[in-house]
């Protein structure tokens, strides 16, 4: 992904070759004494953006405003056939896909390039508290620099 001042990438952006996302690092270096996280989720079937952060396998890239990289013992990878980052923890057994405001930024442009005059999210209660998934929409559907 480009630095935060420049123009988003075309929704044809493709990830690496080891299937993540250019310009992202996909783990933090991690703290060996540092317990994997296990995700849980509050109702037992779907899991809110919000909580993976709050459960500590995203964290704030420290180099992006508005990115998230892989922690606590979770690796962040990138489906190119989506465009949508996922979750990897080899200790906690767990794998999971998530939308996120590189992903979302990339469905919206895709959006406003075929005309379509907006978008859907599966549900708005797990945006941050900053609405970093909304607006990345809001960016990619082009309403906002």
């Known amino acids: 992904m480009p630095s935060p001042s420049s123009s988003p ?4 952006a493709a990830p690496g070759d080891d299937g993540t996302f250019p310009g992202t690092n996909t783990t933090l270096p991690e703290d060996p004494a540092r317990r994997a996280v296990h995700l849980r989720t509050a109702d037992g079937t779907q899991i809110q953006f ?7 396998a995203l964290c704030p890239s420290s180099t992006r405003a508005g990115a998230f990289v892989g922690c606590g013992g979770f690796e962040r990878r990138w489906d190119a056939c989506s465009a949508t980052p996922w979750l990897r923890s080899a200790q906690a057994g767990q794998i999971v896909t998530y939308d996120d405001g590189d992903s ?3 469905k919206a442009a ?3 390039q075929r005309g379509i005059l907006g978008t859907n999210m599966f549900d708005v209660s797990g945006d941050t508290d900053a609405w970093v998934l909304t607006d ?3 960016r990619g559907l082009g309403l906002v620099a």
Do not use: F, H, T
């Open 136 to 138: 990345a929409v809001r």
């Open 104 to 106: 979302l930024v990339l």
């Open 50 to 56: 919000r909580d993976i952060i709050a459960q500590g």
């Open 9 to 12: 990438p075309a929704p044809s």
């Open 110 to 112: 895709l959006a406003r």
